[in-house]
């Protein structure tokens, strides 16, 4: 069954500390992995896609990098602006476009 | 920047009422979803529509779902018969191919 798990559920960073969320993935045949920010209320905002194992993506304070196994979400120096719940999909194998989501993860940035 | 907008924000209804969530795609995309996530769980893929028919639908896209392009423009959810259990966050979603979607604001409804 394809599956998306992410880690860990919450975490805690203080303004300035670096650190990574993890996304697990087992699917048969990845058509793309997305990485998006979701505010509370709000819908799910783009931030990357990534296709293929070793591509990586910047934006401004994030970058993702993606394995066959699992995808990573680097913060460096975060802001408080940047807590959030990070949400990370899968592309289903069919052709429909579908995507499978993870639970997220919850930051909290403090300043 | 273009953008998905879905229309009411807040929708409330009585168990076995009909209701109709609306959205408007980004102007130039082809490929049309609605998810949904109810309260503290995951996003959940509801169905996929391109060229006018549904491509993929998930076990929970029952009898009682429906969707529709109505003109060029709009893109519908009508849930025939709510059910307590429909209360969630419904959102819509767009691409230009089979590749990154662009996610509305949500409507939340809520079923008394």
């Known amino acids: 069954e394809d599956q998306v798990t992410q880690s860990p559920e919450a975490l805690r960073l203080q303004e300035g500390e670096s650190s990574s969320l993890n996304c697990s993935y087992t699917v048969s045949g990845l058509r793309g992995l997305f990485w998006y920010r979701q505010d509370p209320g709000k819908g799910p905002e783009f931030l990357f896609t990534?296709?293929?194992a070793g591509e990586e993506k910047e934006k401004e304070r994030l970058k993702a990098t993606l394995t066959k196994k699992e995808s990573f979400l680097h913060i460096t120096a975060p802001k408080p602006e940047d807590s959030a719940t990070y949400l990370c999909a899968v592309q289903a194998p069919s052709n429909t476009g579908k995507l499978i989501f993870g639970q997220g993860t919850t930051l909290q940035v403090k300043p | 920047e273009p953008e998905v907008t879905q229309t009411p924000s807040h929708q409330v209804t009585q168990m076995g009422q009909e209701v109709i969530l609306r959205c408007v795609p980004i102007s130039n995309h082809l490929y049309f979803y609605w998810y949904r996530q109810i309260l503290g769980q995951k996003v959940e893929f509801l169905v996929s529509?391109?060229?006018?028919?549904?491509?993929?639908k998930s076990e929970i896209f029952d009898d009682q779902f429906s969707v529709e392009r109505p003109d060029g423009s709009n893109f519908t959810l009508k849930i025939r018969s709510t059910k307590l259990e429909d209360s969630a966050m419904y959102f819509c979603?767009?691409?230009?191919?089979?590749?990154?979607?662009?996610f509305g604001p949500g409507t939340r409804l809520t079923v008394l």
């Open positions: 979603a767009s691409s230009s191919q089979e590749g990154t979607q662009y």
């Open positions: 990534l296709y293929s």
């Open positions: 529509f391109y060229n006018n028919e549904i491509s993929e």
